[in-house]
């Protein structure tokens, strides 16, 4: 990333393979970020490392480019997901898994199964039954 003050650093890094340059004032996500993966190796000259003051603002002031911009504030403290999860605060207000869960089922056919045809059409054993008589 550079400043317009950094011009020298687009012109000189362009003939090199796999270095792609952005402008700070011209920032984008899909250079960041290309295809929404994260941890792409990004390297910030000082004039652009500055100028990130002035153009999205900080906590105290509002952004000089953006109109009606402000940074966001951080939701949770802690970015330990797991100590988070099974912290007794979030364990105390999530519901105990419950001990009378059926497991897993074989799926019968209902074509080959008299009962499971029941269950799915009532009619099945009145049928069988007229047909039967005949």
Avoid at 18 to 28: E, F
């Amino acid at each position: 990333m550079y400043n317009d003050e950094d011009t020298e650093v687009a012109r000189l890094s362009r003939n090199v393979v796999g270095v792609d340059t952005c402008n700070v004032n011209r920032l984008n996500l899909l250079k960041l970020a290309p295809g929404g993966t994260l941890g792409r190796f990004v390297i910030w000259t000082d004039s652009a490392f500055k100028a990130l003051n002035d153009i999205f603002g900080t906590y105290k002031r509002d952004s000089l480019y953006k109109s009606g911009y402000t940074l966001q504030r951080n939701v949770i403290q802690t970015a330990d997901v797991s100590r988070l999860i099974n912290s007794d605060a979030v364990q105390s207000v999530i519901k105990a898994p419950s001990s009378n869960e059926k497991l897993h089922q074989r799926k019968k056919n209902p074509l080959r199964n008299k009962g499971a045809m029941r269950v799915l059409n009532p009619f099945a054993a009145k049928k069988s039954e007229q047909e039967q008589k005949l």
